[in-house]
């Protein structure tokens, strides 16, 4: 009974030491012969690069990664024992940021910028593994980088993360906008164009400006449409630049806003005044005061 | 005294010879620098239109999609520089329609292609075929302007004596050498096909039929209609101004004239053919100072709205000018807002009365959808957002395509230091569809 008693705290023992080894390896702060992992093949890159080690990161501890390791040590001043503490990882240039296991803000915001370019397929959930890993290095591949899977500054800058110092005051767009200019240059076309009109009709020149502009026939912007030549005769007799009456300024608003009396005309004429014998080939859909309008 | 006066109209003469010469110089300065001006423009269409049909001529052969996406950009481009170029060259409407609607069709594919192939959909055996055709094309037009140009030197012809002579002379102009080749091209370019792509330009769109359905609706009801849309108690005389067979919405147009000969608000309104609903009203009264505020104006909008059985309609934006005060109403589906059935409705904010109505996208869009369900959820739709974005709202919205459809997205009010967006991820791809600026000054909100 005992014994049994004994047997079974032995074998919890047993149990936790080994636990906890096993979790000791799995985040260690100390990396030594028989290490294995992403931790590893990171030490394994930096020792590479910098001339210490010959042959694969292979993320396994084992000989040459320990000669290595020593070499290392020696020239960096440090003890020479062969294990990878902080101490030697800091000589690395290794930071414990974007290594652990752990959630990360960092390589939360990485893992959203590199699923955004579409290099990391996964969880965005900031715990780095072999997939942020993998989309890591391919992006500082693309980036001309240097791929060694770590998020450090350069990384870091090329993704476009952190650090927006440089202009010292954003200034708003709307301040750069105004659609004021469209109303008024609006205004002064209906005003040299249908001044004297009914309000309907006043609205609908204004109507077929817009309409021009969203046609494939016709120049993309007001201004393009209003100043082609040979368009609109109030612009070749510089009617256009009348001061526009406050009922013009009116009806560029409602056609600006979406009123279209035409109902998407695209032409319209005075039958007493026109002059183009081109025009009369269209067939006539509305007619609101003088002007007649048409669709094709 | 006789020298006198022979020396003083001498003088005269001399005079009105240096003014003239000087008119004249001045004259010639302004029309040279026209001509030179139109000849720029000309030469660096004709550049364009070479440069479009060499890179139609590219994609042919690229494999890989980013090329072929450099390459379309670059056509797109093109192509709406050749448009805005030749519309700004002194030839009549009638002869270049077909050219510039070619060159905004080959632009508009292009940037759809563009699309496309950044999707990663490479491009069907049709769509190479419509580009190998959009090719001949292009090429022919290129063939006729360098001839056209070449021509024009050997004749010493100038552009600027078009717009001249246009006014007076027909047949003249009918013999000028630009003329009669704009007129060539626009015969072949009759002959192109039919394009449907993915873009504002494309020929589906036109024919998009409303969802509108109902009986025919004759002249002699219109009155009624409109009297009870109209609803303030004052009796009209109608006036039909047209009948607008052509329109999106096939519609009548009429004038209200209040009998009572002291009231002189003329109302303007049209009506569909079919089912007899408004498209559109507007009230022509002066407006007085304002007695409502902005928001009373959107409740009675509101209110307005669904007297005349618009119901679940959810303002949008609105924006306040001369006295009154425009709002834009959604449709709203079971919390999700369907922008394209949209209805703006004006009010003044004298005496707080409807003066305007326009529901065109309402009437024409306007369906039982069936919604699919969101295949990804709101949380995996704002890991796509920019990160240097602040979100601050998320909802569902159905909205529309440059190319006419519609996708559900989820709409994501972001802001940026001081600039405030709208964001809209594809609530089934997660593709990033649109991203709209709102721009708010005093009068209101504006999207860019």
Not at chain 1, 200 to 225: C, E, K, Y
Not at chain 2, 379 to 386: P, Q, V
Request: net charge positive; aromatic share 10%; hydrophobic share 40%.
């Amino acid at each position: 009974m005992r014994s049994k008693l004994l047997a079974i705290c032995l074998v919890c023992i047993l149990f936790f030491a080994i636990s906890i080894y096993l979790i000791d390896s799995a985040f260690a702060k100390t990396i030594f012969w028989g290490s294995r992992g992403e931790d590893v093949r990171q030490i394994q890159t930096k020792l590479k690069q910098w001339g210490y080690l010959v042959g694969n990161a292979d993320g396994i501890y084992g000989a040459q990664t320990y000669r290595a390791v020593i070499k290392f040590q020696r020239r960096n001043g440090l003890t020479a024992d062969g294990k990878v503490g902080p101490q030697t990882k800091r000589a690395l240039g290794i930071r414990a940021v974007a290594i652990a296991g752990k959630y990360n803000q960092t390589v939360r915001n990485a893992q959203q910028k590199l699923k955004q370019w579409g290099y990391y397929i996964g969880a965005v959930d900031g715990i780095y593994g072999p997939k942020t890993r993998e989309a890591v290095i391919k992006f500082q591949r693309k980036n001309g980088l240097v791929a060694d899977g770590i998020i450090g500054p350069k990384t870091k800058t090329a993704l476009g993360l952190g650090g927006d110092a440089a202009v010292a005051d954003y200034v708003a767009t709307s301040r750069g906008v105004s659609r004021e200019k469209d109303v008024r240059l609006m205004a002064m076309a209906i005003n040299g164009e249908a001044r004297g009109e009914p309000y309907a009709g006043q609205v609908a020149v204004g109507a077929v400006i817009l309409n021009r502009v969203r046609h494939p026939s016709f120049p993309n912007t007001i201004a393009g449409v209003i100043y082609q030549p040979l368009a609109f005769t109030a612009v070749s007799d510089k009617q256009i630049y009348l001061e526009p009456t406050e009922t013009s300024f009116k009806a560029a608003r409602d056609a600006l806003n979406g009123w279209d009396p035409t109902g998407g005309a695209i032409y319209y004429w005075n039958p007493i005044t026109a002059t183009s014998k081109w025009i009369w080939t269209r067939t006539p859909t509305v007619k609101i005061g003088k002007h007649w309008f048409a669709h094709e | 005294m006789r020298k006198g006066l022979i020396l003083l109209l001498v003088v005269a003469l001399i005079g009105t010879g240096m003014w003239g010469y000087d008119q004249y110089q001045q004259n010639f300065q302004t029309s040279l620098f026209l001509e030179n001006q139109y000849q720029r423009m000309f030469e660096a269409m004709i550049t364009d239109v070479e440069n479009i049909q060499a890179n139609l001529g590219k994609v042919m052969v690229t494999s890989s999609p980013r090329k072929n996406v450099m390459l379309f950009s670059d056509i797109t481009k093109l192509s709406y520089n050749a448009q805005e170029r030749l519309s700004q060259l002194p030839i009549e409407h009638g002869s270049i329609s077909r050219t510039t609607k070619f060159l905004s069709q080959v632009g508009d594919i292009s940037t759809a292609f563009a699309k496309k192939n950044l999707d990663g959909k490479p491009l069907n055996h049709e769509e190479m075929n419509i580009l190998q055709e959009l090719h001949n094309y292009s090429n022919f037009l290129a063939q006729q302007l360098i001839g056209l140009q070449a021509g024009m030197v050997e004749d010493g012809i100038r552009i600027g004596e078009l717009s001249a002579k246009l006014d007076h002379d027909f047949e003249e102009v009918n013999q000028n050498m630009m003329t009669t080749t704009f007129m060539n091209v626009e015969e072949r370019m009759q002959e192109y096909p039919e394009l449907i792509y993915d873009g504002p330009f494309s020929e589906h769109i036109k024919k998009k039929k409303p969802h509108l359905t109902g009986r025919k609706v004759e002249k002699n009801e219109l009155i009624k209609i409109a009297e009870k849309f109209v609803n303030n108690g004052s009796k009209y005389e109608i006036n039909v101004l047209g009948e607008n067979g052509n329109a999106r919405i096939p519609a009548y147009l009429i004038e209200l004239h209040p009998v009572d000969k002291n009231d002189n608000n003329k109302i303007i309104m049209s009506i569909t053919k079919n089912a007899g609903k408004v498209v559109w009203m507007l009230n022509t009264k002066d407006i007085k100072a304002s007695k409502y505020s902005e928001r009373q104006g959107i409740e009675i909008a509101q209110k307005y709205l669904a007297e005349r059985g618009y119901k679940n309609m959810v303002p949008t934006y609105s924006i306040k000018h001369d006295g009154q005060i425009v709002t834009n109403f959604a449709y709203s589906q079971n919390d999700i807002i369907i922008y394209p059935d949209l209805i703006k409705v004006k009010v003044a904010l004298d005496e707080g009365e409807v003066v305007g109505f326009e529901a065109e996208g309402y009437l024409f869009n306007h369906n039982d959808r069936k919604l699919d369900e969101p295949a990804i959820s709101k949380e995996e739709a704002r890991e796509l957002i920019n990160m240097n974005a602040k979100v601050s709202k998320v909802r569902l919205a159905v909205i529309p395509t440059d190319g006419g459809n519609e996708v559900l997205a989820y709409e994501f009010k972001a802001q940026f230091k001081k600039d405030t967006f709208l964001i809209y991820i594809n609530a089934q791809t997660g593709e990033e569809e649109k991203i709209l600026q709102v721009i708010i000054n005093d009068n209101g909100v504006l999207m860019l």
